[in-house]
């Protein structure tokens, strides 16, 4: 009987620390995070301007695309590696696998913000890393969960991304919320499958996204940086 306070004490705490964990990282992940990302498209406005992306089905296959064989998934590759290896060679191994001048930007300035506020917040030394792998060090720093951290990563993502298309016009918003409740059990695959992933898992298929990227750089008129 003298056990059963402290073990209905720890009982009590744990949700706690996990809800916590969730909030944190939502907080991580928000908008209102200072990384910028409303300012990047990932190529989708030059995919818009060039009529590829043009309804509602057009842009979820495109985001479809990013979460099965593009940018989405290597991000998600990218994030578990940095959780689990080295974060200095990971984050080397992400700019060299950037496949444009704005890809390199987009992740490299909004890593850096990210680290800044990280640094000024939680007091980590961490510093100039792309944007999955600060986010991944930060979730191994915070003992996060990693499988949750991705899931969230890449929801937060598509999210940017259908802002965007909002922004530009292809959907309104409710078409936008309904697309991200269609891609929603894709988060938890990817984030599933990326668990314990190492370089031999970092690959991208997406070739029309990075092809609109490449053209975005030269672009006349352009609302994003990317």
């Known amino acids: 009987m003298d056990t059963g306070g ?38 989708l406005e030059t995919a818009v301007s060039d009529g590829i992306v043009n309804s509602a089905d057009d842009l979820q296959n495109w985001l479809l695309d990013l979460l099965q064989h593009g940018g989405a998934r290597s991000d998600a590759v990218l994030l578990n590696m940095a959780y689990a290896r080295d974060c200095e060679v990971v984050d080397a191994q992400a700019r060299a696998f950037a496949s444009s001048s704005e890809r390199l930007k987009e992740t490299d300035l909004q890593g850096a913000a990210f680290c800044d506020t990280v640094r ?88 029309m996204a990075d092809i609109m990227s490449m053209r975005h750089e030269t672009q006349y008129s352009r609302v994003f940086r990317s």
């Open 120 to 207: 000024a917040i939680w007091g980590f030394d961490v510093r100039q890393l792309t944007y999955p792998v600060a986010v991944g060090r930060t979730a191994c720093l915070l003992a996060f969960d990693v499988e949750l951290t991705t899931a969230l990563y890449v929801q937060s993502s598509v999210g940017n991304l259908i802002a965007a298309a909002m922004r530009m016009s292809v959907v309104g918003q409710t078409e936008g919320q309904l697309i991200h409740a269609d891609l929603k059990p894709h988060f938890a695959i990817i984030a599933e499958e990326a668990c314990g992933a190492s370089i031999d898992d970092l690959n991208s298929n997406a070739w």
């Open 6 to 43: 402290p073990i209905l004490m720890n009982m009590s705490r744990q949700p706690m620390n996990k809800n916590t964990d969730v909030l944190t990282l939502t907080q991580l992940l928000s908008p209102s995070f200072p990384v910028g990302t409303f300012a990047y498209s990932h190529g």
